[in-house]
Protein backbone atom coordinates (compact mmCIF):
# COMPACT_ATOMS: atom_id res chain seq x y z
CA UNK A 1 0.00 0.00 0.00
CA UNK A 2 2.11 3.08 -1.70
CA UNK A 3 0.85 5.40 -3.85
CA UNK A 4 -2.73 6.99 -3.82
CA UNK A 5 -3.78 5.73 -6.80
CA UNK A 6 -7.22 7.29 -7.12
CA UNK A 7 -7.71 10.52 -6.50
CA UNK A 8 -11.27 12.06 -6.87
CA UNK A 9 -11.39 16.11 -6.51
CA UNK A 10 -14.01 18.01 -5.28
CA UNK A 11 -16.49 15.68 -7.86
CA UNK A 12 -19.96 16.79 -7.97
CA UNK A 13 -22.32 15.13 -10.28
CA UNK A 14 -26.22 16.66 -11.34
CA UNK A 15 -28.22 15.14 -13.33
CA UNK A 16 -30.77 17.02 -14.85
CA UNK A 17 -34.12 15.79 -15.64
CA UNK A 18 -37.20 17.75 -17.14
CA UNK A 19 -38.78 18.52 -13.27
CA UNK A 20 -35.67 19.21 -11.67
CA UNK A 21 -31.78 19.01 -10.98
CA UNK A 22 -30.67 15.98 -8.92
CA UNK A 23 -27.33 16.71 -7.30
CA UNK A 24 -26.50 12.71 -7.17
CA UNK A 25 -22.50 13.56 -6.13
CA UNK A 26 -21.60 16.58 -3.93
CA UNK A 27 -18.00 17.91 -2.72
CA UNK A 28 -16.86 14.18 -2.75
CA UNK A 29 -12.58 13.97 -1.66
CA UNK A 30 -11.53 10.69 -2.03
CA UNK A 31 -7.84 9.00 -1.96
CA UNK A 32 -7.54 5.29 -2.48
CA UNK A 33 -3.99 3.90 -2.29
CA UNK A 34 -3.22 0.84 -4.53
CA UNK A 35 -3.81 -2.64 -3.09
CA UNK A 36 -6.83 -1.15 -0.76
CA UNK A 37 -9.90 -2.75 -0.61
CA UNK A 38 -12.91 -0.16 -0.14
CA UNK A 39 -16.61 -0.13 0.36
CA UNK A 40 -18.91 2.20 -0.96
CA UNK A 41 -22.15 2.14 2.06
CA UNK A 42 -25.60 3.98 1.71
CA UNK A 43 -29.11 3.43 1.15
CA UNK A 44 -30.35 3.13 -2.49
CA UNK A 45 -30.23 6.52 -4.35
CA UNK A 46 -27.07 7.69 -2.46
CA UNK A 47 -25.09 7.73 -5.50
CA UNK A 48 -23.00 4.71 -4.92
CA UNK A 49 -23.38 3.58 -8.58
CA UNK A 50 -22.79 7.04 -9.79
CA UNK A 51 -19.40 7.52 -8.14
CA UNK A 52 -18.29 4.36 -9.26
CA UNK A 53 -19.57 4.95 -12.88
CA UNK A 54 -17.75 8.09 -12.64
CA UNK A 55 -14.61 6.58 -11.66
CA UNK A 56 -15.17 3.86 -14.11
CA UNK A 57 -15.54 6.67 -17.00
CA UNK A 58 -19.15 5.62 -18.11
CA UNK A 59 -20.54 9.00 -16.96
CA UNK A 60 -17.99 11.84 -16.28
CA UNK A 61 -18.42 14.52 -13.41
CA UNK A 62 -20.45 17.68 -13.82
CA UNK A 63 -17.34 19.13 -12.15
CA UNK A 64 -14.30 18.49 -10.41
CA UNK A 65 -11.98 15.31 -10.98
CA UNK A 66 -10.89 12.11 -11.43
CA UNK A 67 -7.38 10.89 -11.35
CA UNK A 68 -6.16 7.40 -12.33
CA UNK A 69 -2.32 6.63 -11.65
CA UNK A 70 -2.19 10.89 -12.32
CA UNK A 71 -3.96 10.04 -15.33
CA UNK A 72 -7.46 12.19 -15.62
CA UNK A 73 -10.18 9.86 -16.49
CA UNK A 74 -12.21 10.40 -19.44
CA UNK A 75 -13.36 7.12 -20.65
CA UNK A 76 -13.72 3.49 -19.72
CA UNK A 77 -10.61 1.79 -19.93
CA UNK A 78 -9.46 -2.26 -19.20
CA UNK A 79 -7.22 -0.77 -16.18
CA UNK A 80 -10.63 -0.14 -14.82
CA UNK A 81 -12.40 -3.67 -15.08
CA UNK A 82 -15.89 -3.81 -14.32
CA UNK A 83 -17.91 -5.97 -12.53
CA UNK A 84 -21.73 -5.31 -12.75
CA UNK A 85 -25.03 -6.89 -10.74
CA UNK A 86 -26.68 -7.66 -13.64
CA UNK A 87 -23.54 -9.62 -14.54
CA UNK A 88 -22.88 -8.09 -18.12
CA UNK A 89 -21.86 -11.58 -19.72
CA UNK A 90 -22.44 -11.42 -23.34
CA UNK A 91 -25.41 -14.78 -23.51
CA UNK A 92 -24.01 -14.93 -27.31
CA UNK A 93 -20.48 -16.21 -26.04
CA UNK A 94 -19.73 -19.39 -24.05
CA UNK A 95 -18.06 -18.89 -20.55
CA UNK A 96 -14.52 -18.92 -22.13
CA UNK A 97 -15.02 -16.76 -24.93
CA UNK A 98 -16.76 -14.29 -22.70
CA UNK A 99 -13.50 -14.42 -19.92
CA UNK A 100 -11.35 -14.64 -23.48
CA UNK A 101 -13.65 -11.32 -25.68
CA UNK A 102 -10.96 -8.60 -24.08
CA UNK A 103 -8.03 -9.87 -24.89
CA UNK A 104 -8.90 -11.14 -28.05
CA UNK A 105 -10.13 -7.18 -28.98
CA UNK A 106 -6.44 -6.18 -27.95
CA UNK A 107 -4.97 -9.02 -30.26
CA UNK A 108 -3.14 -11.22 -27.91
CA UNK A 109 -2.00 -14.16 -29.41
CA UNK A 110 -4.28 -17.26 -29.52
CA UNK A 111 -2.08 -19.77 -27.60
CA UNK A 112 -0.92 -16.93 -25.12
CA UNK A 113 -5.05 -16.62 -24.76
CA UNK A 114 -6.16 -20.29 -23.90
CA UNK A 115 -3.07 -20.27 -21.63
CA UNK A 116 -4.56 -17.25 -19.69
CA UNK A 117 -8.14 -18.68 -19.56
CA UNK A 118 -7.79 -21.61 -19.03
CA UNK A 119 -5.85 -20.97 -15.60
CA UNK A 120 -8.43 -18.48 -14.57
CA UNK A 121 -11.53 -20.96 -15.32
CA UNK A 122 -9.16 -23.58 -13.10
CA UNK A 123 -8.24 -20.66 -10.71
CA UNK A 124 -12.45 -19.91 -10.20
CA UNK A 125 -13.75 -23.47 -10.33
CA UNK A 126 -15.31 -22.82 -14.30
CA UNK A 127 -13.82 -25.51 -15.74
CA UNK A 128 -16.52 -28.16 -16.35
CA UNK A 129 -18.57 -24.92 -17.53
CA UNK A 130 -16.11 -23.62 -20.31
CA UNK A 131 -18.24 -24.27 -22.80
CA UNK A 132 -21.66 -23.35 -21.94
CA UNK A 133 -23.43 -20.61 -22.45
CA UNK A 134 -24.40 -18.04 -19.65
CA UNK A 135 -28.19 -19.28 -19.71
CA UNK A 136 -27.40 -22.15 -18.34
CA UNK A 137 -25.35 -21.11 -15.19
CA UNK A 138 -26.69 -20.09 -12.14
CA UNK A 139 -26.40 -16.83 -10.93
CA UNK A 140 -23.61 -16.96 -8.66
CA UNK A 141 -21.31 -19.36 -11.34
CA UNK A 142 -22.36 -16.49 -13.63
CA UNK A 143 -20.65 -13.63 -11.70
CA UNK A 144 -17.57 -15.83 -11.21
CA UNK A 145 -17.37 -15.74 -15.23
CA UNK A 146 -17.66 -11.61 -14.86
CA UNK A 147 -15.03 -11.50 -12.49
CA UNK A 148 -12.26 -13.84 -14.48
CA UNK A 149 -13.44 -11.45 -17.49
CA UNK A 150 -11.87 -8.69 -15.07
CA UNK A 151 -8.63 -10.87 -13.95
CA UNK A 152 -8.69 -11.44 -17.78
CA UNK A 153 -7.65 -8.11 -18.78
CA UNK A 154 -5.14 -7.97 -16.04
CA UNK A 155 -6.84 -4.39 -14.63
CA UNK A 156 -4.95 -3.32 -11.20
CA UNK A 157 -8.48 -1.86 -10.63
CA UNK A 158 -11.37 -3.75 -10.19
CA UNK A 159 -15.07 -1.48 -9.87
CA UNK A 160 -17.78 -4.06 -8.35
CA UNK A 161 -21.31 -3.07 -8.21
CA UNK A 162 -23.50 -5.01 -5.93
CA UNK A 163 -21.73 -7.86 -7.41
CA UNK A 164 -23.47 -10.54 -4.58
CA UNK A 165 -26.43 -8.26 -4.28
CA UNK A 166 -28.68 -11.34 -6.40
CA UNK A 167 -27.21 -14.25 -4.83
CA UNK A 168 -28.46 -15.89 -2.20
CA UNK A 169 -27.23 -16.21 1.52
CA UNK A 170 -24.12 -18.80 0.90
CA UNK A 171 -22.98 -18.78 -2.29
CA UNK A 172 -23.19 -14.64 -1.67
CA UNK A 173 -20.16 -16.03 1.43
CA UNK A 174 -18.63 -17.98 -0.87
CA UNK A 175 -17.61 -15.35 -3.52
CA UNK A 176 -17.07 -12.65 -0.94
CA UNK A 177 -14.16 -15.74 0.55
CA UNK A 178 -13.22 -15.95 -3.13
CA UNK A 179 -12.70 -12.44 -4.05
CA UNK A 180 -10.57 -11.62 -0.38
CA UNK A 181 -8.33 -14.69 -1.89
CA UNK A 182 -8.67 -13.05 -5.53
CA UNK A 183 -7.85 -9.63 -3.94
CA UNK A 184 -4.92 -11.09 -1.73
CA UNK A 185 -3.17 -13.11 -4.55
CA UNK A 186 -3.35 -10.46 -7.62
CA UNK A 187 -3.18 -7.75 -5.08
CA UNK A 188 -6.03 -5.30 -6.71
CA UNK A 189 -7.40 -2.19 -5.92
CA UNK A 190 -11.33 -3.08 -5.29
CA UNK A 191 -13.52 -0.39 -4.70
CA UNK A 192 -16.96 -2.35 -3.87
CA UNK A 193 -20.58 -0.93 -3.58
CA UNK A 194 -23.01 -2.72 -1.26
CA UNK A 195 -26.12 -1.52 0.76
CA UNK A 196 -24.86 -4.48 3.25
CA UNK A 197 -23.39 -3.27 6.43
CA UNK A 198 -22.03 -7.02 7.31
CA UNK A 199 -21.01 -7.12 3.88
CA UNK A 200 -18.67 -4.52 3.99
CA UNK A 201 -17.29 -5.02 7.16
CA UNK A 202 -16.73 -8.38 5.85
CA UNK A 203 -14.47 -7.31 2.95
CA UNK A 204 -13.34 -3.53 3.52
CA UNK A 205 -10.22 -2.15 4.54
CA UNK A 206 -12.38 1.17 4.58
CA UNK A 207 -16.01 1.94 4.71
CA UNK A 208 -17.31 4.85 3.18
CA UNK A 209 -20.39 5.48 4.20
CA UNK A 210 -22.67 7.94 2.13
CA UNK A 211 -24.94 10.04 2.53
CA UNK A 212 -28.79 10.68 0.70
CA UNK A 213 -28.86 13.16 -1.59
CA UNK A 214 -26.65 15.42 -2.04
CA UNK A 215 -24.53 11.99 -1.79
CA UNK A 216 -21.64 12.98 0.05
CA UNK A 217 -18.83 10.84 2.48
CA UNK A 218 -20.75 11.20 5.62
CA UNK A 219 -17.96 9.02 7.53
CA UNK A 220 -14.89 7.13 6.38
CA UNK A 221 -13.98 4.00 8.40
CA UNK A 222 -11.21 1.92 8.78
CA UNK A 223 -11.57 -1.39 9.53
CA UNK A 224 -9.57 -2.71 12.08
CA UNK A 225 -10.57 -5.83 12.33
CA UNK A 226 -7.87 -8.47 11.35
CA UNK A 227 -8.88 -10.71 8.79
CA UNK A 228 -10.30 -12.93 8.66
CA UNK A 229 -13.07 -12.24 10.10
CA UNK A 230 -15.94 -13.78 11.87
CA UNK A 231 -18.88 -12.22 11.45
CA UNK A 232 -20.51 -13.22 15.12
CA UNK A 233 -17.03 -11.73 16.85
CA UNK A 234 -17.51 -8.93 19.35
CA UNK A 235 -15.55 -6.06 17.21
CA UNK A 236 -17.31 -6.87 14.23
CA UNK A 237 -20.93 -6.74 15.57
CA UNK A 238 -19.86 -3.20 17.83
CA UNK A 239 -19.02 -1.59 13.91
CA UNK A 240 -22.15 -3.29 12.84
CA UNK A 241 -24.28 -1.29 15.45
CA UNK A 242 -22.58 1.66 14.67
CA UNK A 243 -22.41 1.73 10.76
CA UNK A 244 -26.30 0.49 11.58
CA UNK A 245 -26.79 3.61 12.76
CA UNK A 246 -25.53 6.08 10.02
CA UNK A 247 -26.98 4.49 7.75
CA UNK A 248 -30.09 4.04 9.15
CA UNK A 249 -29.92 8.14 9.39
CA UNK A 250 -29.49 8.60 5.54
CA UNK A 251 -32.25 5.85 4.79
CA UNK A 252 -34.64 8.00 7.08
CA UNK A 253 -33.66 11.03 5.27
CA UNK A 254 -34.54 9.16 1.79
CA UNK A 255 -37.35 7.89 3.34
CA UNK A 256 -38.89 11.68 4.29
CA UNK A 257 -37.31 12.87 1.13
CA UNK A 258 -39.73 10.29 -0.59
CA UNK A 259 -42.60 11.21 1.47
CA UNK A 260 -42.07 14.82 0.54
CA UNK A 261 -41.87 14.26 -3.19
CA UNK A 262 -45.13 12.23 -3.08
CA UNK A 263 -47.19 14.99 -1.23
CA UNK A 264 -46.48 17.77 -3.71
CA UNK A 265 -47.13 15.18 -6.76
CA UNK B 1 -44.53 -43.49 -29.73
CA UNK B 2 -48.21 -43.83 -29.22
CA UNK B 3 -48.87 -40.80 -28.38
CA UNK B 4 -47.04 -39.41 -32.31
CA UNK B 5 -49.09 -42.14 -33.62
CA UNK B 6 -52.45 -41.10 -32.57
CA UNK B 7 -51.90 -37.23 -32.98
CA UNK B 8 -50.27 -38.09 -36.96
CA UNK B 9 -53.40 -39.93 -37.35
CA UNK B 10 -55.64 -37.04 -36.12
CA UNK B 11 -54.34 -34.80 -38.58
CA UNK B 12 -54.64 -37.22 -41.35
CA UNK B 13 -58.14 -37.45 -40.83
CA UNK B 14 -59.01 -33.59 -42.54
CA UNK B 15 -56.81 -33.79 -45.56
CA UNK B 16 -57.88 -37.57 -46.08
CA UNK B 17 -61.78 -36.42 -46.01
CA UNK B 18 -61.38 -33.77 -48.03
CA UNK B 19 -59.29 -35.75 -51.17
CA UNK B 20 -61.70 -38.68 -51.03
CA UNK B 21 -64.66 -35.77 -51.48
CA UNK B 22 -62.73 -34.23 -53.80
CA UNK B 23 -61.82 -37.50 -55.74
CA UNK B 24 -65.68 -38.49 -56.14
CA UNK B 25 -66.83 -34.80 -57.34
CA UNK B 26 -64.40 -35.18 -59.70
CA UNK B 27 -64.95 -38.97 -61.09
CA UNK B 28 -68.95 -38.45 -60.23
CA UNK B 29 -68.53 -35.84 -63.26
CA UNK B 30 -70.43 -33.13 -60.67
CA UNK B 31 -67.53 -30.50 -62.00
CA UNK B 32 -65.39 -30.31 -65.17
CA UNK B 33 -62.31 -31.72 -64.93
CA UNK B 34 -61.02 -28.19 -66.21
CA UNK B 35 -62.70 -26.08 -63.27
CA UNK B 36 -61.54 -29.21 -60.83
CA UNK B 37 -59.26 -32.43 -61.62
CA UNK B 38 -59.18 -35.50 -59.86
CA UNK B 39 -56.73 -35.21 -57.15
CA UNK B 40 -55.05 -38.86 -58.50
CA UNK B 41 -54.63 -36.70 -62.04
CA UNK B 42 -52.83 -34.00 -60.09
CA UNK B 43 -50.72 -36.55 -58.51
CA UNK B 44 -49.95 -37.76 -62.19
CA UNK B 45 -48.93 -34.95 -63.46
CA UNK B 46 -47.12 -34.22 -60.49
CA UNK B 47 -44.87 -36.99 -60.94
CA UNK B 48 -44.94 -36.88 -64.76
CA UNK B 49 -42.79 -33.33 -64.52
CA UNK B 50 -40.76 -34.26 -61.89
CA UNK B 51 -40.00 -37.48 -63.97
CA UNK B 52 -39.42 -35.60 -66.64
CA UNK B 53 -36.76 -33.19 -65.04
CA UNK B 54 -39.13 -30.37 -65.80
CA UNK B 55 -40.58 -29.64 -62.43
CA UNK B 56 -36.53 -29.45 -60.95
CA UNK B 57 -35.21 -27.10 -63.28
CA UNK B 58 -38.22 -24.75 -62.80
CA UNK B 59 -37.65 -24.99 -58.67
CA UNK B 60 -33.98 -24.43 -59.01
CA UNK B 61 -35.18 -21.52 -61.69
CA UNK B 62 -37.26 -20.17 -59.02
CA UNK B 63 -35.34 -21.05 -55.44
CA UNK B 64 -31.95 -19.86 -57.63
CA UNK B 65 -33.80 -16.12 -58.08
CA UNK B 66 -35.28 -16.50 -54.22
CA UNK B 67 -31.67 -16.64 -53.28
CA UNK B 68 -30.11 -14.18 -55.15
CA UNK B 69 -32.69 -11.26 -54.51
CA UNK B 70 -32.63 -11.94 -51.02
CA UNK B 71 -29.12 -11.98 -50.84
CA UNK B 72 -28.69 -8.62 -52.47
CA UNK B 73 -31.36 -7.52 -50.30
CA UNK B 74 -30.77 -8.46 -47.28
CA UNK B 75 -26.85 -7.57 -48.08
CA UNK B 76 -27.69 -3.68 -48.45
CA UNK B 77 -30.15 -4.19 -45.64
CA UNK B 78 -28.07 -5.30 -42.97
CA UNK B 79 -25.32 -2.72 -42.69
CA UNK B 80 -27.41 -0.04 -43.52
CA UNK B 81 -30.01 -1.63 -40.56
CA UNK B 82 -26.99 -1.79 -38.09
CA UNK B 83 -25.70 1.69 -39.05
CA UNK B 84 -29.23 3.21 -38.56
CA UNK B 85 -30.01 1.88 -35.79
CA UNK B 86 -27.06 2.69 -33.88
CA UNK B 87 -26.58 6.08 -35.32
CA UNK B 88 -29.49 8.89 -34.58
CA UNK B 89 -28.36 10.85 -37.11
CA UNK B 90 -28.06 8.06 -40.09
CA UNK B 91 -31.47 7.37 -38.84
CA UNK B 92 -33.02 10.72 -39.12
CA UNK B 93 -31.37 11.23 -42.39
CA UNK B 94 -32.90 8.21 -44.18
CA UNK B 95 -35.85 7.28 -42.14
CA UNK B 96 -38.15 9.72 -43.82
CA UNK B 97 -36.98 8.54 -47.14
CA UNK B 98 -37.98 4.72 -46.28
CA UNK B 99 -40.93 5.22 -44.59
CA UNK B 100 -41.89 6.80 -47.95
CA UNK B 101 -41.03 3.84 -49.75
CA UNK B 102 -41.70 1.20 -47.78
CA UNK B 103 -45.42 1.04 -48.15
CA UNK B 104 -45.26 0.17 -51.87
CA UNK B 105 -45.25 -3.14 -52.18
CA UNK B 106 -42.76 -4.70 -54.67
CA UNK B 107 -45.11 -5.97 -57.46
CA UNK B 108 -46.10 -2.38 -57.98
CA UNK B 109 -42.41 -1.75 -59.00
CA UNK B 110 -42.51 -4.32 -61.78
CA UNK B 111 -43.07 -2.13 -64.82
CA UNK B 112 -39.80 0.09 -63.71
CA UNK B 113 -38.40 -2.73 -63.32
CA UNK B 114 -39.13 -4.37 -66.76
CA UNK B 115 -38.21 -0.59 -68.05
CA UNK B 116 -35.02 -0.93 -66.04
CA UNK B 117 -34.02 -4.29 -66.73
CA UNK B 118 -35.96 -5.30 -69.34
CA UNK B 119 -36.49 -9.56 -69.64
CA UNK B 120 -35.15 -12.48 -67.78
CA UNK B 121 -33.65 -12.42 -64.24
CA UNK B 122 -32.82 -9.17 -63.76
CA UNK B 123 -36.05 -7.89 -63.05
CA UNK B 124 -37.14 -10.41 -60.70
CA UNK B 125 -34.00 -10.65 -58.73
CA UNK B 126 -34.47 -7.44 -58.18
CA UNK B 127 -38.43 -7.24 -57.24
CA UNK B 128 -36.92 -10.02 -55.08
CA UNK B 129 -34.63 -7.86 -53.63
CA UNK B 130 -36.87 -4.80 -52.88
CA UNK B 131 -39.11 -7.32 -51.04
CA UNK B 132 -36.44 -8.85 -48.75
CA UNK B 133 -34.71 -5.21 -48.21
CA UNK B 134 -37.32 -4.25 -45.82
CA UNK B 135 -38.22 -6.46 -43.44
CA UNK B 136 -34.45 -7.07 -43.01
CA UNK B 137 -33.86 -3.35 -42.40
CA UNK B 138 -36.66 -2.63 -40.30
CA UNK B 139 -35.99 -5.61 -37.91
CA UNK B 140 -32.45 -5.01 -38.10
CA UNK B 141 -33.12 -1.49 -36.45
CA UNK B 142 -35.09 -2.46 -33.84
CA UNK B 143 -33.01 -5.22 -33.42
CA UNK B 144 -30.01 -2.86 -32.68
CA UNK B 145 -31.79 -0.18 -30.89
CA UNK B 146 -33.08 -2.88 -28.34
CA UNK B 147 -29.63 -4.03 -27.65
CA UNK B 148 -29.42 -3.71 -23.99
CA UNK B 149 -27.18 -1.04 -23.22
CA UNK B 150 -25.17 -2.72 -20.50
CA UNK B 151 -23.61 -5.04 -23.10
CA UNK B 152 -22.03 -2.01 -24.65
CA UNK B 153 -21.15 -0.38 -21.02
CA UNK B 154 -18.93 -4.18 -20.42
CA UNK B 155 -17.75 -4.10 -24.16
CA UNK B 156 -16.14 -0.54 -24.25
CA UNK B 157 -15.04 -1.50 -20.49
CA UNK B 158 -12.75 -4.14 -22.01
CA UNK B 159 -11.56 -2.24 -24.87
CA UNK B 160 -13.73 -2.94 -27.64
CA UNK B 161 -13.20 -0.32 -30.67
CA UNK B 162 -15.82 0.71 -32.52
CA UNK B 163 -15.51 -2.21 -35.19
CA UNK B 164 -15.70 -4.77 -33.13
CA UNK B 165 -18.52 -3.28 -31.32
CA UNK B 166 -20.63 -3.91 -34.15
CA UNK B 167 -19.40 -7.61 -35.35
CA UNK B 168 -19.33 -9.02 -31.78
CA UNK B 169 -21.50 -6.98 -29.59
CA UNK B 170 -24.68 -5.50 -31.65
CA UNK B 171 -24.86 -7.97 -34.47
CA UNK B 172 -24.89 -10.64 -32.31
CA UNK B 173 -27.33 -9.05 -29.43
CA UNK B 174 -29.87 -8.10 -32.71
CA UNK B 175 -29.91 -11.55 -34.34
CA UNK B 176 -33.31 -12.72 -32.86
CA UNK B 177 -35.08 -9.69 -34.29
CA UNK B 178 -32.62 -10.02 -37.51
CA UNK B 179 -33.27 -13.55 -37.86
CA UNK B 180 -37.12 -12.94 -36.97
CA UNK B 181 -36.97 -9.90 -40.38
CA UNK B 182 -35.10 -13.03 -42.51
CA UNK B 183 -38.00 -15.03 -42.34
CA UNK B 184 -40.53 -12.37 -43.13
CA UNK B 185 -38.00 -11.15 -46.26
CA UNK B 186 -37.88 -15.05 -47.11
CA UNK B 187 -41.51 -15.27 -47.13
CA UNK B 188 -42.29 -11.71 -48.62
CA UNK B 189 -39.28 -13.29 -51.21
CA UNK B 190 -41.52 -16.28 -52.10
CA UNK B 191 -44.58 -14.11 -53.11
CA UNK B 192 -42.81 -12.29 -55.65
CA UNK B 193 -40.40 -14.55 -57.37
CA UNK B 194 -44.02 -16.20 -58.59
CA UNK B 195 -45.39 -13.02 -59.60
CA UNK B 196 -42.34 -11.97 -61.59
CA UNK B 197 -42.34 -15.11 -63.01
CA UNK B 198 -45.29 -14.73 -64.49
CA UNK B 199 -44.04 -11.58 -66.30
CA UNK B 200 -40.69 -11.62 -67.19
CA UNK B 201 -38.91 -15.09 -68.04
CA UNK B 202 -40.04 -18.42 -69.28
CA UNK B 203 -38.85 -20.47 -66.89
CA UNK B 204 -39.67 -21.23 -63.02
CA UNK B 205 -42.84 -22.21 -60.68
CA UNK B 206 -44.56 -19.16 -61.20
CA UNK B 207 -44.08 -19.21 -64.84
CA UNK B 208 -45.16 -23.03 -65.71
CA UNK B 209 -48.26 -22.39 -63.74
CA UNK B 210 -49.12 -19.25 -66.21
CA UNK B 211 -48.43 -21.56 -69.28
CA UNK B 212 -50.53 -24.47 -67.47
CA UNK B 213 -53.35 -21.88 -67.76
CA UNK B 214 -53.09 -20.89 -71.63
CA UNK B 215 -53.59 -24.65 -72.33
CA UNK B 216 -56.62 -24.88 -69.09
CA UNK B 217 -53.96 -27.62 -68.04
CA UNK B 218 -55.56 -27.48 -64.85
CA UNK B 219 -54.25 -30.33 -63.05
CA UNK B 220 -50.58 -29.34 -63.77
CA UNK B 221 -51.62 -25.43 -62.64
CA UNK B 222 -52.23 -27.55 -58.97
CA UNK B 223 -49.25 -29.85 -59.60
CA UNK B 224 -47.05 -26.68 -59.88
CA UNK B 225 -49.14 -24.88 -56.80
CA UNK B 226 -48.52 -28.17 -54.82
CA UNK B 227 -44.46 -27.87 -55.50
CA UNK B 228 -44.60 -24.39 -54.52
CA UNK B 229 -46.18 -24.89 -51.07
CA UNK B 230 -43.40 -27.64 -50.87
CA UNK B 231 -40.78 -25.53 -51.38
CA UNK B 232 -42.06 -22.92 -49.37
CA UNK B 233 -42.51 -25.71 -46.33
CA UNK B 234 -38.93 -26.59 -47.22
CA UNK B 235 -37.09 -23.21 -47.04
CA UNK B 236 -39.20 -22.17 -43.67
CA UNK B 237 -37.95 -25.61 -41.89
CA UNK B 238 -34.16 -25.01 -43.07
CA UNK B 239 -35.01 -21.44 -41.72
CA UNK B 240 -36.28 -22.75 -38.83
CA UNK B 241 -33.30 -25.03 -38.48
CA UNK B 242 -30.97 -22.30 -38.63
CA UNK B 243 -32.88 -19.99 -36.67
CA UNK B 244 -32.37 -23.05 -33.63
CA UNK B 245 -28.28 -22.93 -34.32
CA UNK B 246 -27.57 -18.73 -34.42
CA UNK B 247 -30.02 -18.35 -31.40
CA UNK B 248 -28.94 -21.80 -29.66
CA UNK B 249 -27.39 -19.42 -26.72
CA UNK B 250 -30.74 -17.41 -26.55
CA UNK B 251 -33.02 -17.83 -23.08
CA UNK B 252 -36.20 -17.90 -25.33
CA UNK B 253 -35.40 -21.06 -26.69
CA UNK B 254 -35.14 -22.99 -23.70
CA UNK B 255 -36.95 -26.38 -24.16
N1 LIG C 1 -29.52 9.11 -15.38
C1 LIG C 1 -30.07 9.70 -14.30
N2 LIG C 1 -30.93 10.73 -14.45
C2 LIG C 1 -31.47 11.33 -13.38
N3 LIG C 1 -31.24 10.98 -12.10
C3 LIG C 1 -30.41 9.96 -11.89
C4 LIG C 1 -29.77 9.27 -12.99
N4 LIG C 1 -28.98 8.30 -12.47
C5 LIG C 1 -29.12 8.39 -11.13
N5 LIG C 1 -29.96 9.38 -10.78
C6 LIG C 1 -30.31 9.80 -9.41
O1 LIG C 1 -29.11 10.00 -8.72
C7 LIG C 1 -29.17 9.46 -7.42
C8 LIG C 1 -28.05 8.50 -7.19
O2 LIG C 1 -28.26 7.34 -7.98
P1 LIG C 1 -27.37 6.04 -7.89
O3 LIG C 1 -27.86 5.09 -8.92
O4 LIG C 1 -25.95 6.43 -7.95
O5 LIG C 1 -27.71 5.51 -6.44
P2 LIG C 1 -27.21 4.19 -5.73
O6 LIG C 1 -26.61 4.62 -4.44
O7 LIG C 1 -26.38 3.38 -6.64
O8 LIG C 1 -28.55 3.44 -5.42
P3 LIG C 1 -28.92 1.89 -5.49
O9 LIG C 1 -28.43 1.28 -4.20
O10 LIG C 1 -30.40 1.87 -5.58
O11 LIG C 1 -28.24 1.31 -6.70
C9 LIG C 1 -30.52 8.83 -7.27
O12 LIG C 1 -31.32 9.66 -6.49
C10 LIG C 1 -31.05 8.71 -8.68
O13 LIG C 1 -32.43 8.95 -8.69
MG1 LIG D 1 -26.61 1.52 -7.65
Not at chain 1, 88 to 93: C, D, G, N, R, V
Given at each position: MQNPQIVVSDVQKVFRTQERDVVALKDINLTIKQGEFVCLLGPSGCGKSTLLNAIAGFSLPSSGSIQVDGQAVTAPGPERGMVFQEY??????TVAQNVAFGLEVKGMSKGAMAERVDSLLDKLHLKDFRNRFPKDLSGGMRQRVAIARVLAMDSPIMLMDEPFGALDALTRRNLQDELLRIWAEFGKTIIFVTHSIEESIYLADRIVVMTYRPGTVKRDHRV??????????AEFNELKRELGSLVMEEQQRHAAAEMKLAAVD | MQQHLKSFVRGAIVPVVVLLVWEACARTGLVSPIVLPAPSAVAAKWWEALLSGELVHDSIASLYRVVVGFVAGAALALPLGLTMGSSPRLYGLFNPMLQLLRPIPPIAYIPLAILWF????PPSVFLIAIGAFFPVLMNTISGVRHVDGIYLRAARNLGVGRLALFTRVMLPAATPYILTGVRIGIGTAFIVVIVSEMIAVNDGLGYRILEAREFMWSDKIIAGMITIGLLGLALDSAMNALNNHLLRWHRGLEH
Open positions: ALFPWMAIPRHRDPSC | GLGN
